[in-house]
């Protein structure tokens, strides 16, 4: 506070010497000068501080052209322009220059007027108090009263009655000074924008001191009926006059003011755009590692065997991941053993990745990365005891870094390699099971749970061709027609959406591959959110009807039950024509049983599951025989389908 007062009384101090100089120096008249002309310089100040505040009111213009979201700058402007106007109107011998020039009475009163109401509204919207109702109130009172007097000089009226408006003027003035100052200093108290108050308080307290002590000299000499004077004249100098340096140095204030608003806006200008075109950079990295990402799920897609799954695996992450390397970690919990593919590693680096998968012990769910300064593990799943890691290494074995978006791909790689791993596990192990517990059968046993495994994959190749990649692709068309840096906050939105859609999409895919949620809340509420699924997009009636279950089933059982309803309810919609299709779910005694009706175009009687070519209905009969049950099929052409399965519990 200190520093600042002597910052303060210092610029009074010099301005008060600039006005002495120019003072004391233009009253003395030149040697030899003729008095026109060394009366003329007498006065010469008044008319350079005339054409100052103009230059001064469209400089201040000029930046509110510029920066029209600026209104002070309006109010600046406007305010030293009137301000030239009244020191012209009180400009002495200015008939030197422009001869005898008309009198307008109270012309001054006016003027002086239309400066408090700009100088308020100013302050007001510097204090940010405009909406204020008393604040409003006053200001359409100070703006009133202006016209007022501005019509009153203009017009023949009485002096009584211009005294009357010059006092209301007076009580307008000291009113909202008292207003305003109470205003800012609440506004003080809060921690909001203090420096810009204090540059403010600062600026009034300067045009208060430069300001008071020419009419407070006036008011002594009134009270005292005589000229005081000054031994120095100087420094009489000094105090005379001091009206336009006092409202210069309040303009310079306000100036620097709006300059460090106007830098400010300047740089938060740069800063949203350093932060858009940051965005955009990760907008278009992330839409790569989609891109890439989408490549190695096609890659996937076409795998059939896990050892051929491993390779691509492998094959496609050091193509990703290079200059790093990429291996496929294998780690036998049982034995404590560490296996590597794709790369042979160092024992010291074995040891590294032993340690820290024991530290972990078998808490990681797939997807889930852990990072250390050498390497980049991300869960991959697996069975059997056997847990498989996606590793991202140095090539060198020193330390790595990796940044967000290869970390993100790797997640999402390894929860990729989790379900498909986990699929074609389950897959070759069922049929190893039933080649070695149905021999009778397995020639086209075999032979139809490649057909069922091939039509998955031909079901989720679709999905996410029609549904995921065409969600892709239009937000690279999109990235791909925009310019850079000039987004339009509709394609982020678009974009946003867009990515949305396809995480959705990926997720919906990802429980039909593994319905996580039946071991969850059970298979009748996962068959309940199924058929509710199916309602929002098929034309026909859907009953269903789940009954009390009350025996525990097993994981085999559940997933049985889950995909027969699934097939049953695919069939009504692709083959069956139907109106109304209805579907129960419950338990009677010791068995559980599934009943599936509807009255579609049916087909023919006498049905072989070993010999026809429904692949559909073949599958349902052997999940259900998988775990020892029983299944019946009632039709006739035009009557319907009736299908009866019970299951042992």
């Known amino acids: 506070m200190l520093k600042t007062m002597a910052k303060i009384s210092g610029a009074a101090l010099l301005l008060f010497g600039m006005n002495g100089l120019i003072n004391y120096t233009l009253l003395k008249p030149l040697d030899g000068g003729a008095k026109v002309f060394n009366q003329f310089r007498h006065h010469l100040d ?6 100052l505040f103009v230059f001064v009111a469209f400089i201040f213009w000029a930046m509110f052209a510029v920066l029209n979201q600026e209104r002070g700058y309006l109010y600046l402007g406007l305010i030293s322009f009137l301000t030239s106007l009244q020191l012209f109107a009180e400009w002495d011998d200015k008939l030197l220059l422009f001869g005898p020039f008309p009198e307008i009475p109270y012309n001054s009163l006016a003027i002086k007027s239309g400066v408090a109401f700009l ?8 204090l940010g108090t405009s909406n204020r109702p008393v604040v409003r109130l006053l200001l359409w009172a100070g703006g009133l009263l202006w016209a007022v007097i501005a019509a009153a000089s203009m017009l023949p009226v009485g002096d009584s009655m211009l005294i009357v408006l010059s006092r209301l003027f007076l009580g307008f003035v000291f009113l909202n000074m008292a207003l305003c100052i109470s205003q800012f200093l609440t506004l003080l108290r809060s921690k909001a924008n203090q420096a810009e108050l204090r540059l403010i308080a ?34 009489e100098q000094c105090l005379e006059d001091t009206f336009p340096w006092a409202l210069l140095a309040l303009l310079t204030v306000f100036g620097i003011l709006f300059f460090r608003r106007f830098i400010q806006t300047l740089k938060d200008n740069r800063a949203i755009a350093d932060e858009l075109r940051a965005k955009n950079t990760s907008l278009e990295q992330e839409a790569d590692t989609r891109q890439r990402l989408d490549q190695l799920l096609t890659v996937l897609l076409r795998t059939y065997r896990i ?39 160092p024992p010291s680096r ?27 593990l991300g869960s991959a799943g697996g069975t059997d005891g056997i847990r498989l890691y996606l590793a991202v290494c140095s090539s060198d074995g020193g330390p790595i870094l990796v940044d967000e978006r290869d970390k993100f791909a790797l997640l999402l790689m390894s929860k990729y390699v989790s379900i498909f791993y986990e699929y074609f596990q389950l897959l070759e192990s069922r049929l190893r099971e039933m080649e070695q517990r149905q021999a009778d059968r397995s020639p086209w046993l075999s032979k ?45 939105e678009q974009i946003r ?22 071991s969850d809340h059970g298979v009748l509420h996962a068959v309940s959110r199924l058929v509710e699924k199916t309602r ?12 009390p279950l009350t025996a525990s089933l097993s994981d085999e059982q559940t997933t049985a039950v889950y995909r027969v309803v699934q097939e049953l309810i695919n069939n009504a919609v692709k083959h069956s024509e139907a109106a109304r299709v209805i579907l129960e779910v419950g338990q009677k005694e010791s068995a559980l049983y599934i009943r599936y009706a509807d009255d579609g175009k049916g087909m023919e009687t006498g049905i072989d599951f070993s010999s026809m070519n429904r692949f559909g209905l073949r599958g349902i009969a052997e999940r259900i025989h998988m775990v020892g049950g029983e299944v019946s099929v009632q039709s006739e052409p035009g009557q319907g389908v009736k299908v009866h399965c019970s299951v042992p519990v």
């Open 202 to 235: 600062s600026g009034f307290v300067l045009f208060a001191l430069v300001l008071l002590p020419d009419p407070g000299k006036d008011l002594l000499e009134d009270i005292a009926g005589r000229n005081l004077g000054y031994r120095l004249v100087y420094w």
């Open 119 to 126: 100088s308020f509204a100013f302050v007001s919207y510097l």
């Open 497 to 518: 959406l867009g990515l949305d859609n396809a995480e959705f999409m990926i997720r919906e895919t990802c429980r039909e591959l593994m319905p996580s949620f039946l």
């Open 307 to 345: 050892a051929d799954l491993e390779q691509s695996v492998i094959r496609e992450g050091q193509r990703y991941f290079q200059p790093h390397a990429f291996m496929l970690v294998k780690y036998d919990e049982a034995k404590d053993f560490v296996q590597f593919e794709g790369k042979a590693a």
């Open 350 to 376: 074995e040891e590294d990745i032993g340690g820290m998968l024991r530290s972990t012990g078998n808490r990681m769910s797939a997807g889930e990365a852990i990072v250390a300064p050498a390497m980049v």
């Open 536 to 547: 929002l997009r098929v034309d026909f009636q859907l009953e269903f009807h789940a009954l």
């Open 46 to 51: 008044d008319a350079i501080f005339v054409l």
């Open 448 to 492: 139809l749970f490649m057909q069922i495994a091939e039509k998955e994959r031909k079901r989720l190749a679709s999905d996410l061709h029609d549904e995921v990649l065409q969600e892709l692709l239009h937000i690279r068309r999109t990235f791909d027609r925009m310019p850079a840096g000039q987004w339009l906050n509709e394609d982020n």
